[in-house]
C-alpha cells in the first residue's frame, strides 16, 4: 500500500532530456541515489505519523454517517443530506476515502437511486431528487465508501424513511423486517459535551429567525472549535438520530476484503476480454484519455487475468472516457466492474391502504409541494457542472513547448502542409500503406526511434490516416511536447495534440478498437435556497411559500470559541418547526442538538 502511494507519489513527472540522461550525459547512479534517500525519507516519515491500527488487515476502519433534513418525503421532493466519514478507531473524521456511495433502495430491496459524492477532510453533501413516479412506502438509505463494500449488506451507514406518492394508488408498502445486522452504539464520553441553539420560540410569517449555535463551558468549547455541523430547519417532524458506530461493533471480518481506500480517486476497474471466446486477453497497457480541448491521458497495466484498474480524480461532469489498447485490437472488449454492489439485507413488506394506518402528516406535506410546483417555487440551485470541472482540468503535459494557432497564418490545402510549414522538427508523412508522425530529438537532431503519442481532442490516434485525412478549417490549435515525457513507468517520446474548434471529436469516426464510456464520477452538489423577505415587496408578495425543509446548510464550521451565527425567513406555514444539528469536531466529539419554535 505504500509503495504504491510512493509511486503515485511520483508519476506524472515530465522529464527533459530522458535519453540524454540515459546514453550517460546525467550521472544515473546520481539520480538513483537521490531517489533512494527521498523514498527512506517519505517512508520514515508516513510510519511516524501512521496510526497503530493502519497495519490491520480484513478490519472495517471507516465509519460513516448521514444527517438528513427529514425523515418524510412526498415523490418529487429533494432529500437533502451531509455525510460524515470517521475513523472508527480515533472517531475523528477520516480522510481515507474521497468518495462516498449512496443508495436510495425502494421496499422490494431494488435501489431507486444511487450516487457517489465527493468527500473533503471527511464530509461531503448531497441531494437526491425522487422520481415523482416511485410508490409509496418505507425506504432506505444507504451509506458506504468502497472500503466498506466487502462488508456489506451491514456495516455501513442505513435509515429508513417514508415516501408518499399522492399521484399513484394509494397504498403504502411498509418494510416488516428490521435490518438485522445494523447495530448502533452511543459513543461514550465524546457525546456528552453541551452544545446549545439560542433563539426566540415565537416568530410570525415571513419574519427573519436568528440562530446562534455555540458550546456551553470552557471545556465544549475547547473541544469543539472548528467543528463542522450541519442545520436542519423543517416542519415534517424530526429524523430519527443514528449513532456513529462503535469501533469493533462491526460484523466478523470476510477474510477476503480486497477494497482498497479510495484515498487518491474514484477506482474504474474491469477486465479485458477477448470478443470471439470470452477468455482474457493481455495487451501491454489499457490508455484512457478524455475527449474535450483539455487533454488527459492515463494508463493501466494489465494483469494476468485481464483485469485493470483507473483512479479518476472526483469531478462532477459526466464526460466520455476513452478505453483503447496501447495496440489496435478490434478483438478486445471491455467489462466494466458495477460501482454499487448489489448487496442488500434480506426484507420483507406489507402493502397498507389509505384506512390503516398511513403515515401523519403526509396530506399537509403534499399540499405545499404541490402548492409551490404549480406557483413554480423552487428552493434549489444547480451548479454550472462544466464550468466547475474546467476550471479543474489541466493538460496532462503542462505547458506544451509548441503551440501553434491555424488562424495566425493562411490556411493550407491539409495536414501535411500543416505539419511540414508549422511545425519545424516534426513531420507527418506517408509511410507504407498509412502515415507516420516523428519528431527530432531536440538534444540530438535525429527522429526518435519510437513514434509519439498522437492525440486529436484527446483521443488517442493510432491510425494516422485519421490525422491526415483531417480538414485543416477544422483545427483550431497543435500543441506539442518534443521531449520526453514520464508518466509512471511508460515513456512518451514527445505528445502531438490536435484541438480542433469544436473539440468533441464530432467530425471524426472513433477506431473500432476504442471504447467510448460515458461517465460522471461524483455527483453535482445544488445549493439549497432559502428565501429572502428582507424588501417589502417580496415580504407582501401573494405567491404562497409553504416550504417543508424551512432551512438546510450541510457546511458550517464552529469558529475559536466553538460558536455560529444563521438566519433564514419563515413561511407562510404556521405551527411547530424543530432545528437539528449534527455534526464533529477536529476530535472526534459528536453534535447532538435539537430546539423548536412556533410560527404564528
Known amino acids: 500500500y505504500l509503495l504504491s502511494g510512493l509511486s503515485r507519489h511520483i508519476r506524472n513527472v515530465p522529464i527533459v532530456q530522458q535519453e540524454g540522461r540515459r546514453k550517460g550525459l546525467h550521472s544515473g547512479k546520481n539520480f538513483e541515489n537521490k531517489v533512494m534517500k527521498r523514498a527512506i525519507l517519505l517512508l520514515c516519515t508516513v510510519f511516524l505519523v501512521l496510526p497503530p491500527f493502519a497495519d490491520l488487515r480484513g478490519q472495517l476502519r471507516e465509519n460513516i454517517y448521514v444527517h438528513t433534513d427529514r425523515k418524510k418525503y412526498i415523490a418529487g421532493e429533494d432529500i437533502w443530506f451531509s455525510i460524515y466519514n470517521t475513523d472508527r478507531s480515533a472517531g475523528y473524521l477520516s480522510s481515507g476515502s474521497l468518495i462516498a ?40 438509505l444507504r451509506a458506504y465508501t468502497n472500503h466498506m463494500k466487502d462488508y ?37 464520553g465524546k457525546d456528552r459535551l453541551n452544545f446549545i441553539i439560542k433563539a426566540d420560540s415565537l416568530y410570525g410569517r415571513r419574519e427573519k429567525v436568528s440562530l446562534s449555535l455555540g458550546a456551553s463551558g470552557e471545556i465544549s468549547r475547547s473541544l469543539l472549535a472548528a467543528a463542522r455541523i450541519s442545520v436542519a430547519v423543517t416542519y415534517a417532524g424530526v429524523p430519527e438520530y443514528r449513532s456513529w458506530k462503535k469501533y469493533g461493533t462491526e460484523l466478523p471480518s470476510p477474510g477476503n476484503a480486497v477494497r482498497e481506500f479510495e484515498n487518491s480517486g474514484h477506482i474504474l476497474s474491469g477486465t479485458v476480454r477477448n470478443r470471439d471466446s470470452g477468455s482474457s486477453i493481455r495487451p501491454d497497457f489499457l490508455f484512457m484519455s478524455v475527449q474535450g480541448k483539455v487533454a488527459e491521458f492515463r494508463y493501466a497495466d494489465i494483469d494476468t487475468s485481464g483485469r485493470f484498474s483507473f483512479i479518476l480524480p472526483p469531478g462532477s461532469a459526466k464526460r466520455n472516457l476513452i478505453l483503447q489498447p496501447d495496440h489496435a485490437a478490434g478483438s478486445m472488449i471491455l467489462n466494466i466492474d458495477p460501482a454499487f454492489p448489489y448487496v442488500t439485507m434480506p426484507s420483507g413488506y406489507t402493502k397498507v391502504t389509505p384506512g390503516e394506518n398511513l403515515p401523519e402528516g403526509f396530506s399537509e406535506m403534499s399540499f405545499n409541494f404541490q402548492a409551490s410546483r404549480i406557483y413554480g417555487k423552487t428552493y434549489r440551485r444547480d451548479p454550472d457542472e462544466n464550468m466547475q470541472d474546467t476550471l479543474k482540468r489541466r493538460r496532462f503535459y503542462g505547458i506544451p513547448e509548441m503551440e501553434v494557432f491555424l488562424d495566425d497564418y493562411i490556411m493550407l490545402p491539409d495536414m501535411e502542409e500543416v505539419f511540414f510549414e508549422l511545425l519545424p522538427g516534426i513531420l507527418l508523412r506517408k509511410s507504407g500503406d498509412g502515415y507516420e508522425v516523428r519528431i527530432t530529438n531536440p538534444l540530438t537532431g535525429v527522429f526518435y526511434k519510437d513514434s509519439p503519442l498522437v492525440m486529436i481532442d484527446g ?74 423577505y428582507s424588501g417589502r415587496d417580496d415580504r407582501e408578495s401573494r405567491i404562497p411559500d409553504l416550504r417543508n425543509t424551512l432551512y438546510w446548510n450541510p457546511s458550517i464550521i464552529t469558529d475559536k470559541n466553538a460558536e455560529a451565527e444563521i438566519s433564514f425567513w419563515t413561511s407562510d406555514q404556521p405551527g411547530e418547526y424543530t432545528v437539528i444539528v449534527r455534526g464533529i469536531s477536529p476530535g472526534g466529539n459528536k453534535i447532538l442538538a435539537t430546539k423548536k419554535f412556533l410560527v404564528r
Open 152 to 188: 456489506l449488506p451491514g456495516n455501513c451507514f442505513i435509515q429508513e424513511i417514508e415516501i408518499h406518492n399522492p399521484f399513484r394508488d394509494l397504498v403504502f408498502i411498509r418494510k416488516t423486517v428490521e435490518p438485522v445486522s445494523f447495530s448502533v452504539l452511543p459513543d461514550e
Open 459 to 532: 483521443v488517442i490516434i493510432n491510425d494516422l490516416n485519421v490525422l491526415a485525412s483531417l480538414n485543416p478549417e477544422l483545427v483550431e490549435k497543435i500543441e506539442v511536447v518534443m521531449t520526453p515525457y514520464l508518466i509512471g513507468d511508460l515513456i512518451l517520446h514527445g505528445i502531438v495534440n490536435v484541438i480542433t474548434r469544436q473539440g468533441d471529436f464530432s467530425s471524426i469516426d472513433m477506431p473500432e478498437y476504442a471504447v467510448i464510456l460515458p461517465y460522471r464520477v461524483t455527483e453535482p452538489q445544488p445549493v439549497f435556497i432559502s428565501p429572502d
Open 101 to 140: 456511495y449512496l443508495e436510495l433502495i425502494n421496499p422490494y430491496n431494488s435501489p431507486v437511486i444511487q450516487g457517489r459524492f465527493e468527500l473533503n477532510g471527511g464530509t461531503g453533501e448531497g441531494c437526491f431528487a425522487i422520481p415523482d413516479s416511485v410508490s409509496s412506502g418505507t425506504y432506505v
